[in-house]
C-alpha cells in the first residue's frame, strides 16, 4: 500500500505540472515500465484529466464546466458510488480514475489559481471536520469533499464542494461562495446551514439554521431565512422551499438517520455512503418499500436488523456486500 501512494504522488505531480514541460520522473518510469497493466492505468488517469479541461480558454476556472465534465465521465461506469468508495489512487479500474479526477480537479485549480488552498476528504465508512484559514468550520459526512480557495484580488472566499457538510461560515465582509456538483452556487453570510449535494443525486438540499443565504442557478435564486429547507432539482434547475423537519436534515451529526416516507433504495445509498459497502436490492423493492421513523446508527448489521423488523425484507451480509430480498 505504502508503494501505491508513493506512485500516486508522482502521478499527481506529473498531471499537474505536464503543461510546464516536465519530464516523467525517474520513479514513475520505473513503475510504468515494471507491468503493462500499470501503463494502462496511468493512460487512463491521464485521459481522463485531459477531458475533465478544468479551464476556459480565458484561463479562468469554470466549476460548473469541471463537475459537467466529471459527472459525464462517471455516467459512463457502471457504478457512481465506486469512485467514493475506492481510496487507493493507484489501483487498477475506473472507481480509482474517477476518484483521481475528483482529487486532482480541487488541487489543479487551487494550485494554480489561488494564494491558499485547504482541501478535506471524507471517504466512505469516514467522516471528518475542517477549519478553514477563515475561520469557518465544516463538517464532513461520509462521501464528501471540499476544498477551499481564496482569491486576494477578487478578496471572494470560494468553496468547492459535493457531498453533504455541515457548515457553520465565519462572518466577513468578504463573499464565501460554494459552487456545488450539478451547478448550484450558494452565496454565504456569516451562518450555518446543511449542506446535500452528491453528485450522483438528483437534487442538491439546503437547510438553513442560523443566518441567510443564497441559492442561485442561473436565473433562479431563492433567499433563504432561518427554518427553512430548500432544494434543487438538477435536471430542471429549480429552486423551490420544501417542508420537514429541520433537525432532521443533519441528524447525522448524531449518529441518528429519520426517515419520512424515505425508500429502501434511498435508505440504502445512505447506508454504502455511511458503511463503506455495497448493497444489492431485490428487483422491485427499492421504490415499493418506504420508512418513517429515526434509526440510531450503530454497526451496518444493526441498521439491517431493525430494516428487517420494519417491513418485510431479509438479508445476506458477505464482507462490505449486502445483499436484500423480500420475505
Not at 53 to 59: A, D, F, I, K, P
Not at 152 to 165: H, N, W, Y
Request: net charge negative.
Amino acid at each position: 500500500m505504502e508503494e501505491q501512494k508513493h506512485i500516486k504522488d508522482y502521478i499527481v505531480d506529473y498531471l499537474l505540472e505536464e503543461d510546464a514541460g516536465k519530464a516523467v520522473d525517474p520513479v514513475l518510469a520505473e513503475w510504468l515500465a515494471e507491468d503493462e497493466s500499470n501503463r494502462k492505468d496511468f493512460d487512463l488517469y491521464k485521459k481522463i484529466w485531459e477531458e475533465s479541461h478544468l479551464y476556459t480558454e480565458s484561463g479562468a476556472y469554470d466549476s460548473g464546466l469541471a463537475w459537467e465534465k466529471v459527472d459525464a465521465i462517471n455516467g459512463q461506469k457502471k457504478s457512481s458510488r465506486q469512485y467514493l468508495r475506492n481510496i487507493s489512487y493507484a489501483v487498477s479500474g475506473a472507481a480509482a480514475s474517477l476518484l483521481i479526477v475528483l482529487t486532482l480537479s480541487f488541487m489543479g485549480v487551487f494550485q494554480k489559481k489561488s494564494d491558499v488552498l485547504v482541501r478535506m476528504t471524507a471517504d466512505y465508512g469516514n467522516r471528518s471536520e475542517i477549519v478553514l484559514p477563515d475561520g469557518s468550520l465544516v463538517k464532513l459526512n461520509s462521501g464528501s469533499e471540499v476544498a477551499y480557495s481564496y482569491d486576494p484580488k477578487k478578496k471572494i472566499r470560494e468553496v468547492a464542494f459535493q457531498g453533504e457538510g455541515f457548515f457553520d461560515v465565519s462572518k466577513s465582509k468578504e463573499p464565501f461562495v460554494i459552487k456545488t456538483a450539478g451547478g448550484l452556487n450558494v452565496r454565504v453570510w456569516g451562518t450555518s446551514f446543511n449542506l446535500q449535494a452528491y453528485t450522483d443525486d438528483s437534487v442538491v438540499q439546503a437547510s438553513l439554521v442560523e443566518g441567510c443565504i443564497e441559492l442561485e442557478s442561473g436565473k433562479e435564486k431563492l433567499i433563504m431565512k432561518p427554518g427553512e429547507i430548500a432544494v434543487f432539482d438538477k435536471n430542471t434547475n429549480e429552486i423551490k422551499q420544501v417542508g420537514g423537519i429541520l433537525s432532521h436534515s443533519y441528524g447525522w451529526l448524531d449518529n441518528k438517520l429519520y426517515m419520512e416516507d424515505m425508500p429502501l433504495s434511498v435508505v440504502c445509498k445512505y447506508l454504502e455512503r455511511r458503511y463503506d459497502v455495497e448493497i444489492t436490492l431485490q428487483s422491485g423493492l427499492g421504490e415499493d418499500i418506504r420508512y418513517n421513523g429515526v434509526i440510531q446508527e450503530e454497526t451496518v448489521t444493526d441498521v439491517m436488523e431493525a430494516l428487517s423488523r420494519l417491513s418485510h425484507i431479509s438479508y445476506h451480509v458477505k464482507g462490505k456486500h449486502i445483499s436484500i430480498i423480500s420475505k
